[in-house]
């Protein structure tokens, strides 16, 4: 006996309805969702049905438009009744064996096993050969339907209309339909909860958040307004794609008019794939208005969107990079709302890191627009030497920094070495406040003596990624407070005139390292003569296998309970202030004014080095100093 002879109804096994429960409760975040996975199922219909259309033109309604509608049913306003939402396509069409084959895919005999995965967290590989099959998306409808009847014409002139009703509980059923044109129009009728979806406004919305590239067009209510802008420019080829069109996209999406600093559209077939929009923007803190306030790109499978906020496909240093990237080869998990393969993820997202840093490094052509760009997104790519160690190469050449010889201009590392002197192996580095302040650092004494170029650290984010640094062109960074610095001999060295300011004899400066030490106590590790400076009276240096000035002041940074670091204090025999504090030892050495002295040498170091937790407590001591200079 045929199905338009009798009505057949059938019954979900015991596992399937709790597969059911699974999909309907758990698996999908946002009820709105099934909008889009209905569409996705009417799209795909469509397109088989014009992939059949170019080898058999015996279809039914050959010339309909391939289009998908969108239609509410509800009472006038003030009486009761039901609410209607009608979705309907021209595409393929399915008889009642499609019907109970399609919509019943997953009460197939693997179900219990497909069950066991989902409670196991995934089987992925099992789990990815379901995704995309009508049946699976199709149940989301449940999240708002109290009841789905789905009636459909296959595009095969023989075969006869049917109808699939299901309640989501225990049966469903399948009966003939009175329906003469190709296609499936799917009717839900609404839980009260889920009323919103019978407003045209509220399907627009949905529409253009997540279908509104859907190669075909959708019409929303009976004026069959379009709803969907259809042509999606990042799949247009990029040699096709005006700026300006480009532009009015990227403000379209990101509500952001000004224009971005630059855009990144490529595509290829191979290995994956792959097509993609992709923008740095002009600042890196959003408006108020802004319509994207969150990292990460839009993710697109199909033209599609499957995530509207995706951090998986690049690194953390350049989440700032906005726009969309679309693949047809996304291997999606059950709800369509995540990837499943990660390593597919992981291939994809290299593809795409290397095309935005090889953009990033053409804008660094222009010193200008870089400048721009550096000033708004140079701590991502800090922050990217400090914890992504596998892309710290690819990084250390977009770096930029002031330094004593860039005359007040950003330098590469590059630039940096190719000023190297032959007998110099190091790259040097000094960790300040400001230029300005870095500038008269004790440390870099030596340094301008014998002309040798410092970088400059003085971002706070340089403390942070300082320790990461290692070497770069196998030359190793050092920072200049090491107590165990030796420098290279230079040109300059036999030029350097000899020092007008005679030493402290060795006795006397011997008796004034001990009295410091025994004013400052455990506050220094040690106190000695330095052998480097030259126009500065006092400097601290690391111990040796203790953290640098710079790791000292991350940690001042980010802990609250920070203590000032335990430095060598060097004295510089050289200097007037340095003789005359060691005269007045000896002169007297118990004078409080010798006391006075060295805490306000030990502070101003500390000062210097950006190691001080309060420089207001030495305001005290700075007045008793005046003082005693004013009664003198």
């Not at 906005?322 to 369509?336: A, T």
């Not at 002197?421 to 870095?438: A, L």
Request: glycine fraction near 4%.
């Amino acid at each position: 006996m045929t199905i338009a002879e009798q009505e057949q109804t059938y019954t979900f096994k015991a596992e399937i309805k709790q597969l059911l429960d699974i999909l309907i409760h758990s698996l999908y975040k946002e009820p709105e969702i099934f909008v889009r996975e209905l569409i996705s199922n009417a799209s795909d219909a469509l397109s088989r049905v014009q992939f059949e259309m170019l080898t058999n033109h015996e279809v039914v309604d050959p010339d309909a438009e391939l289009g998908i509608w969108l239609t509410v049913q509800k009472p006038e306003e003030g009486e009761e009744g039901d609410k209607w939402l009608i979705i309907k396509d021209t595409g393929i069409g399915m008889t009642a064996d499609d019907l109970r084959q399609n919509l019943g895919t997953i009460a197939h005999s693997g179900a219990r096993e497909f069950l066991a995965n989902l409670r196991q967290n995934g089987n992925k590989s099992e789990i990815a050969d379901v995704i995309g099959q009508f049946g699976v998306g199709f149940y989301s409808v449940f999240m708002a339907a109290e009841e789905v009847r789905v009636v459909s014409r296959s595009a095969h002139a023989a075969e006869s209309a049917a109808v699939w009703i299901s309640d989501g509980s225990e049966n469903y059923r399948i009966e003939p339909a009175d329906k003469s044109d190709r296609g499936t129009e799917i009717h839900i009728k609404l839980r009260s909860e889920a009323a919103e979806f019978a407003d045209e406004w509220k399907l627009r919305q949905i529409i253009k958040k997540h279908s509104d590239f859907v190669a075909f067009p959708i019409y929303i209510g009976d004026q069959e307004q379009r709803a969907n802008q259809q042509q999606s420019i990042w799949r247009t080829q990029p040699s096709e794609v005006t700026a300006e069109a480009s532009k009015s996209f990227y403000q379209q999406m990101t509500l952001d008019f000004e224009e971005p600093l630059t855009s990144i559209h490529f595509s290829s077939d191979a290995p994956l794939n792959l097509r993609a929009l992709l923008f740095i923007p002009a600042k890196r803190e959003k408006t108020m208005f802004a319509r994207r306030t969150e990292p990460g790109v839009q993710l697109y499978c199909k033209n599609v969107l499957i995530q509207e906020y995706c951090t998986d496909l690049l690194p953390r240093w350049l989440s700032f990079v906005d726009g969309v990237v679309d693949s047809e080869d996304l291997p999606l998990n059950v709800s369509r709302e995540t990837v499943q393969n990660s390593r597919l993820m992981r291939q994809l997202g290299k593809t795409i890191r290397k095309r935005v840093v090889r953009e990033i490094n053409k804008l660094a052509e222009d010193k200008e627009k870089f400048g721009a760009f550096w000033a708004q997104y140079g701590r991502f790519f800090k922050e990217g030497v400090a914890t992504d160690h596998e892309s710290r190469e690819e990084i250390l050449p977009l770096l930029r920094f002031y330094s004593s010889k860039s005359d007040g201009q950003l330098t590469t590392l590059d630039e940096y070495v190719s000023r190297m002197p032959e007998s110099q192996t190091d790259i040097y580095y000094v960790v300040g406040d400001d230029q300005r302040s870095i500038a008269n650092s004790p440390h870099l004494d030596p340094f301008k003596g014998r002309g040798i170029e410092v970088l400059y650290f003085v971002d706070a984010f340089d403390a942070f990624m300082a320790p990461a640094l290692m070497e770069y062109k196998e030359k190793p960074f050092r920072n200049i407070d090491d107590a165990a610095l030796e420098l290279p001999e230079t040109a300059a060295d036999s030029e350097t005139p000899a020092e007008e300011t005679p030493a402290v004899p060795e006795e006397q400066f011997t008796s004034l390292a001990e009295r410091v030490k025994e004013i400052l106590g455990e506050r220094v590790a040690e106190v000695r003569p330095s052998k480097l400076l030259k126009d500065s009276p006092v400097r601290l240096v690391s111990p040796e296998n203790s953290p640098n000035t710079a790791a000292s002041r991350l940690q001042r940074y980010i802990d609250q309970d920070y203590a000032v670091p335990v430095k060598i204090l060097e004295l510089n025999p050289r200097h007037g202030l340095i003789a005359n504090l060691a005269n007045l030892h000896t002169a007297d050495p118990a004078s409080p004014l010798v006391a006075l002295l060295v805490e306000q040498l030990l502070d101003s170091a500390l000062v210097q080095e950006g190691l001080h937790p309060n420089p207001a407590d030495m305001l005290p001591r700075i007045q008793a100093l005046m003082e005693q200079v004013a009664s003198r």
